[in-house]
């Protein structure tokens, strides 16, 4: 009797690449989640959908370049060869190599001006900026130093290094936070979180207008975007992207 084809379980959110060796190699490494055991190979075969002797073959040439690691009871466990890359990865990564092209996105969709902030200690630094295409403009430069208590970006910054309070908890939970006239009575802004390896939080992205033009109802509509784009900077940067882009998709 012939054996169905094997249906292989794809990591969630990345589609399969059409070459089956790479995208079969692919499912066992993605197979270990956090905290795991070192899984047996009836284990790896279930969560990959692969047969057992696939599943060995493959395992057995992971372990050659050292991406898995066989122990004596014949369980796998992750190798180094994965701490290797992302050692070299985060060596060499530019944030603004990951951050500008989705500002400029943002920038092109909604013409408002876009910024990234991180904290230094008690304030907030502005580390990138793409200028709004009106003529009327809130006026933040690159290098520039604000609070961290008033505007959208400073919200976010506080919120997720874990400051208490009802306001804050709101924020972690939906992920945004909107400014109207905090720290300029003529000025609004929406913020987003983004997030790196192991959850850090590396800083806030955000777009900032005049109210005239940036009111509640437009801010709202920016929403789902702007934490599409921190989501997809996140999942870049090494994090787990599943939270923001649940809540871009909240209507």
Partial sequence: MARSRETVQAPIGVAASGID???????????????????????????TGLYKSTALRLATALCHHRFLMRLEDGRFLLGSAPLNLAATYHSTLNLGDILLPLMRRLNSAFGEAVSFHVREGD???????????????A???QGDIQPLDRGAGGRILLAF???????Y??????????SLGERDAETSG???PVFGAQQALVGALGMVGPISRMGQVEMQQYK??????AADASA?????????????NIL
Avoid: W
């Fill in 236 to 248: 870049m940067f090494g994090a787990d992207a599943s939270a923001l882009r649940d809540a871009a």
């Fill in 21 to 47: 060796v790479l995208d079969r190699a692919m499912a066992i490494l993605f197979a270990f989640r956090r905290n795991d055991v070192p899984l047996t190979l009836t284990e790896l075969a279930a969560r």
């Fill in 123 to 137: 304030q907030r630094v502005c580390l990138y900026r793409i200028h709004s295409q009106h003529s009327i403009r």
């Fill in 139 to 141: 006026e933040v430069r």
């Fill in 169 to 178: 908890d709101e924020v972690r939970r939906s992920f945004f936070y909107i």
């Fill in 224 to 229: 789902s975007q702007l934490l599409a784009c």
């Fill in 161 to 167: 290094s874990g400051k208490p309070g009802a306001l």
């Fill in 190 to 192: 929406i913020s987003v």
